[in-house]
């Protein structure tokens, strides 16, 4: 590694524009693409950058919103310092560029590198951010930009090229017949020596079709400075995908979503529907593992090796899947799946369900915050709600956990330890212990702890009335066929 490679970088994040076409009152940046905001998408990118080249400090460029943007970045944890720095008003790119010239100043800025990146152009990978710095380096440039051909280049700067050189980036509304012909554009991702191109910020000015100081003026300013300026075009142009209005919001959505697929499949993962199913960033998802139709993992989701999740599974927040589980029709948000274990079809997990290898949690059973430990059963119609669950514990069907006190709306725990057989349709009246291989009989309400080997019954004995049927018959329809006389 030589010293320049070394050498950390900053980076200025764009980020104080409104995002009037969202028509939102929350600010641009902070609208979520799979489950996160734009804003936060563009830091996590810059996590290997870090990494790999180091990062010094980022500064997020922020004016609209900028209260609701800065506690947002206050909350993020990044292994690199983020200062919010207030543009106010926002004058333009080029401007907002500017405010950070107090804090880069600070630091002494000769040889500095800066990272220009906008707040709301999420799809940019880490790899092309790397090149483009590598690119940046090697070329010993003073100006290095991205850019990227389009076969609909309409609202996008356009980069003016003269023989191999870059002269000038003219805005859209600013463009001239020809220039509008231009297919190539720029990302708005720019490399800078800071304290090269820094004295062309003072020549920028407003005149033109918005009223706005540029930060792509820089481009002819330095080149009539005799700068040496730079671009490379992006081989993937949905890489600059930026969001101004929800269409854009879908397609990066869109996008995103195909790339990660394609991901996940590379790594020997079976997708059957890619078109019915959302895999987000913050998946990783084992091999030979099955994602059948109308999936959608959307949280921190870890999935083990030859799972078969769906058709129809939704799981958000974080939950882990171990190896060899299925989650099928069913809903799971913040929670854990054993290995070899089987949720579905239509149950729900919620809030720290924990289950551990082996345990089949059938048709509409909810369990929420509730360890279930191995082979144990509650196949259909259950609620478990903060409970702790042995191992080898049947439920029956409709056996409920009755864990909620209305009146002090506190919750109680019921504890069903290992080889407990609970008979269905029966309540547990938390707070409560079963102990081992206690029994429960079916239809039991349970209001006190059960000892071990112990059968409870908690139910009105059964009594049989001799021949009420018959004389109920007899009684109201007299002229009815008699039914048979029963044995003497
Ligand atoms: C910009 C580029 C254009 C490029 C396009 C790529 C300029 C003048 N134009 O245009 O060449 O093709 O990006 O997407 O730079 N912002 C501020 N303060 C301001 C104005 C904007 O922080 O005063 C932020 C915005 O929030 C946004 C970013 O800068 O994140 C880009 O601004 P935007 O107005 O979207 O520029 P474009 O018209 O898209
Ligand atoms: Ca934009």
Same mark, same amino acid.
């Given at each position: 590694?030589? #010293?320049?490679?070394?050498?950390? %970088?900053?980076?200025?994040?764009?980020?104080?524009?409104?995002?009037?076409?969202?028509?939102?009152?929350?600010?641009?940046?902070?609208?979520? %693409?799979?489950?996160?905001? %734009?804003?936060?998408?563009?830091?996590?990118?810059?996590?290997?950058?870090?990494?790999?080249?180091? =990062?010094?400090?980022?500064?997020?460029?922020?004016?609209?919103?900028?209260?609701?943007?800065?506690?947002?970045?206050?909350?993020?944890?990044?292994?690199?310092?983020?200062?919010?720095?207030?543009? +106010?008003?926002?004058?333009?790119?080029?401007?907002?560029?500017?405010?950070?010239?107090?804090?880069?100043?600070?630091?002494?800025?000769?040889? *500095?590198?800066?990272?220009?990146?906008?707040?709301?152009?999420?799809?940019?990978?880490?790899?092309?951010?790397?090149?483009?710095?590598?690119?940046?380096?090697?070329?010993?440039?003073?100006?290095?930009?991205?850019?990227?051909?389009?076969?609909?280049? $309409?609202?996008?700067? /356009?980069?003016?090229?003269?023989?191999?050189?870059?002269?000038?980036?003219?805005?859209?509304?600013?463009?001239?017949? #020809?220039?509008?012909?231009?297919?190539?554009?720029?990302?708005?991702?720019?490399?800078?020596?800071?304290?090269?191109?820094?004295?062309?910020?003072?020549?920028?000015?407003?005149?033109?079709?918005?009223?706005?100081?540029? %930060?792509?003026?820089?481009?002819?300013?330095?080149?009539?400075?005799?700068? @040496?300026? *730079?671009?490379?075009?992006?081989?993937?142009?949905?890489?600059?995908?930026?969001?101004?209005?929800?269409?854009?919001?879908?397609?990066?959505? #869109?996008?995103? &979503?195909?790339?990660?697929?394609?991901?996940?499949?590379? +790594?020997?993962?079976?997708?059957?529907?890619?078109?019915?199913?959302?895999?987000?960033?913050?998946?990783? =998802?084992? *091999?030979?593992?099955?994602?059948?139709?109308?999936?959608?993992?959307?949280?921190?989701?870890?999935?083990?090796?030859?799972?078969?999740?769906?058709?129809?599974?939704?799981?958000?927040?974080?939950?882990?899947?171990? &190896?060899?589980?299925?989650?099928?029709?069913?809903? !799971?948000?913040?929670?854990?799946?054993?290995?070899?274990?089987?949720?579905?079809?239509?149950?729900?997990?919620?809030?720290?369900?924990?289950?551990?290898?082996?345990? /089949?949690?059938?048709?509409?059973?909810?369990?929420? &915050?509730?360890?279930?430990?191995?082979? @144990?059963?509650?196949?259909?119609?259950?609620?478990?709600?903060?409970?702790?669950?042995?191992? +080898?514990?049947?439920?029956?069907?409709?056996?409920?956990?009755?864990?909620?006190?209305?009146?002090?709306?506190?919750?109680?725990?019921?504890?069903?330890?290992?080889?407990?057989?609970?008979?269905?349709?029966?309540?547990? =009246?938390?707070?409560?212990?079963?102990?081992?291989?206690?029994?429960?009989?079916?239809?039991?309400?349970?209001?006190?702890?059960?000892?071990?080997?112990?059968?409870?019954?908690?139910?009105? *004995?059964?009594? +049989?009335?001799?021949?009420?049927? @018959?004389?109920?018959?007899?009684?109201?329809?007299?002229? $009815? !066929?008699?039914?048979?006389?029963?044995?003497?």
């Amino acid at each position: 590694m030589d #010293a320049d490679s070394r050498k950390p %970088l900053d980076v200025i994040i764009l980020a104080a524009g409104k995002g009037t076409r969202l028509k939102s009152d929350l600010p641009k940046v902070l609208h979520p %693409l799979f489950g996160k905001p %734009l804003l936060e998408r563009v830091l996590e990118t810059l996590r290997p950058l870090h990494r790999d080249l180091g =990062i010094g400090t980022v500064y997020v460029i922020v004016g609209h919103g900028r209260e609701a943007v800065t506690d947002h970045l206050n909350r993020l944890t990044f292994p690199f310092p983020i200062r919010a720095v207030v543009q +106010e008003p926002q004058l333009g790119t080029g401007h907002a560029v500017m405010q950070a010239r107090p804090c880069l100043g600070e630091n002494g800025a000769t040889g *500095r590198e800066v990272l220009v990146l906008s707040g709301d152009a999420p799809l940019l990978r880490a790899e092309t951010l790397e090149a483009l710095v590598a690119r940046h380096r090697g070329k010993q440039a003073h100006v290095t930009l991205l850019g990227a051909e389009l076969d609909n280049p $309409a609202g996008y700067g /356009r980069l003016v090229i003269e023989g191999d050189r870059l002269a000038a980036i003219i805005e859209d509304k600013d463009t001239s017949e #020809a220039q509008r012909m231009i297919r190539v554009v720029n990302a708005g991702i720019y490399c800078l020596d800071w304290s090269a191109v820094l004295p062309l910020f003072d020549r920028i000015s407003s005149d033109n079709a918005q009223g706005e100081f540029y %930060l792509t003026d820089l481009i002819a300013l330095g080149s009539e400075a005799g700068l @040496t300026l *730079r671009h490379t075009l992006l081989d993937d142009p949905d890489e600059m995908q930026g969001v101004n209005d929800r269409a854009d919001l879908a397609r990066c959505h #869109a996008v995103l &979503n195909a790339r990660l697929q394609a991901h996940w499949m590379a +790594e020997g993962v079976t997708i059957l529907s890619p078109g019915t199913t959302l895999i987000g960033p913050d998946v990783t =998802i084992g *091999r030979d593992t099955v994602i059948m139709p109308g999936t959608n993992l959307l949280g921190e989701i870890t999935v083990g090796e030859r799972c078969e999740i769906g058709p129809y599974a939704t799981m958000t927040g974080t939950v882990r899947v171990a &190896n060899g589980a299925k989650v099928i029709h069913s809903v !799971v948000r913040d929670s854990e799946i054993g290995e070899e274990s089987t949720v579905g079809p239509f149950a729900q997990l919620r809030d720290r369900a924990v289950l551990s290898h082996h345990v /089949r949690v059938g048709n509409f059973v909810e369990v929420k &915050n509730t360890r279930i430990d191995h082979h @144990t059963n509650a196949a259909h119609l259950a609620y478990l709600g903060d409970s702790v669950l042995g191992s +080898e514990v049947n439920i029956g069907a409709c056996a409920v956990t009755a864990n909620y006190d209305a009146y002090t709306g506190l919750k109680h725990q019921t504890v069903i330890e290992d080889g407990v057989k609970v008979g269905c349709n029966s309540a547990m =009246i938390a707070p409560i212990t079963l102990k081992k291989n206690c029994s429960i009989a079916a239809g039991s309400i349970i209001t006190h702890d059960v000892e071990s080997w112990d059968l409870a019954i908690a139910r009105p *004995r059964q009594t +049989e009335v001799r021949q009420w049927v @018959t004389r109920k018959i007899q009684k109201s329809q007299p002229d $009815a !066929v008699a039914p048979p006389k029963p044995p003497v």
